[in-house]
């Protein structure tokens, strides 16, 4: 039944719905496993595949990849993108922080974001 759910075809306005409604859960998966972890321990970075739930063709929709590791040091870009995105989560110092998520993942989250706009 689940996978029938997820293969009907939406409207537009739907499929846009869908989406933010993905990225909130999850936004808030990452936070909670972010909680679990100790600070600055990452649980996945990057993609690492597509999703088996979708369609082969389907190109948005990925895997994240298990990582059990320190955050990693961002770059100008990923900077860019959080400050576009996320400007609260940025240090008042300027300090360059430190991300579970790679670049990929930053410009997804920037793609999906621009989706309900």
């Not at 499929?15 to 859960?25: E, G, I, S, W």
């Not at 739930?53 to 590791?69: E, K, N, R, T, V």
């Not at 609260?88 to 670049?103: F, K, M, R, T």
Request: proline content about 9%; charged content about 20%.
């Amino acid at each position: 039944l689940i996978h029938f759910y997820k293969r009907q075809i939406y409207s537009k306005k739907e499929t846009m719905n869908q989406a933010v409604c993905q990225m909130f859960h999850f936004l808030l998966l990452l936070v909670t496993l972010a909680s679990s972890s100790p600070p600055g321990q990452c649980v996945w970075y990057d993609r690492c595949g597509p999703d088996p739930d979708y369609p082969p063709a389907d190109s948005q929709h990925y895997l994240m990849c298990s990582y059990d590791g320190p955050a990693k040091q961002a770059t100008a870009k990923m900077v860019e993108i959080v400050q576009d995105i996320c400007p609260h989560l940025l240090q008042q110092d300027g300090a360059v922080p430190s991300l579970c998520c790679s670049l990929n993942q930053l410009e997804d989250m920037q793609r999906n974001f621009e989706l309900p706009k």
